[in-house]
């Protein structure tokens, strides 16, 4: 197995890890009256995320790149965008999840890092894993079919979060700090 396949291995896995603390969380949240969001495009970037996936690594199998400066880039960004996904789900705790859902009386968590970067996961988190795997297995087809796609999903999850934001979330911080 290349290095290469490798740390894109052992990033699926990663991903696998934190997918089951969002599948626990998602049962606390709904089990104590919660409610999910925006179904459809959770799902369209559900399908994407592993698309893109299967697609590098295919690209991987075909190209057979070899692990360069390129490459150290990419897993840098890969390492980064990790790094931002641990300190996200710490912030959030146990509202953390890869869907848009709400728990009852949802509080905007106002650490310096929301206040910073809206949307850190996509931003920080989610862009740079999927530019790092690019870069990491040279994988141009893959980012070029599916990276657009994946773009306009990101940008819908943004506007339904920042609607619920306004809507509910703000408000609810606001009622609660009175």
Aim: hydrophobic content about 55%; aromatic content about 10%.
């Amino acid at each position: 197995m290349s290095l290469i396949y490798l740390f894109l291995c052992l990033m699926f896995v990663i991903r696998l890890l934190f997918l089951r603390l969002s599948i626990r969380n998602e049962k606390a949240i709904l089990a104590n009256g919660g409610r999910e969001y925006g179904e459809k495009v959770s799902k369209a970037i559900t399908i994407l995320h592993i698309s893109f996936y299967l697609a590098v690594a295919i690209e991987i199998y075909l190209r057979q790149p070899a692990f360069d400066a390129l490459s150290l880039l990419g897993l840098a960004l890969m390492i980064f965008s990790v790094v931002i996904l641990k300190v996200v789900t710490s912030l959030l705790g146990d509202i953390w999840t890869i869907k848009l859902m709400l728990v009852n009386d949802h509080q905007f968590v106002d650490h310096w890092l929301f206040k910073t970067v809206k949307h850190p996961n996509y931003y920080l988190n989610i862009m740079p894993e999927l530019i790092g795997i690019c870069l990491l297995g040279h994988a141009w087809i893959s980012a070029m079919i599916i990276l657009p796609f994946y773009v306009i999903a990101l940008m819908l999850r943004i506007r339904e979060e920042n609607r619920l934001l306004a809507e509910v979330i703000i408000p609810n911080t606001r009622v609660n700090q009175e």
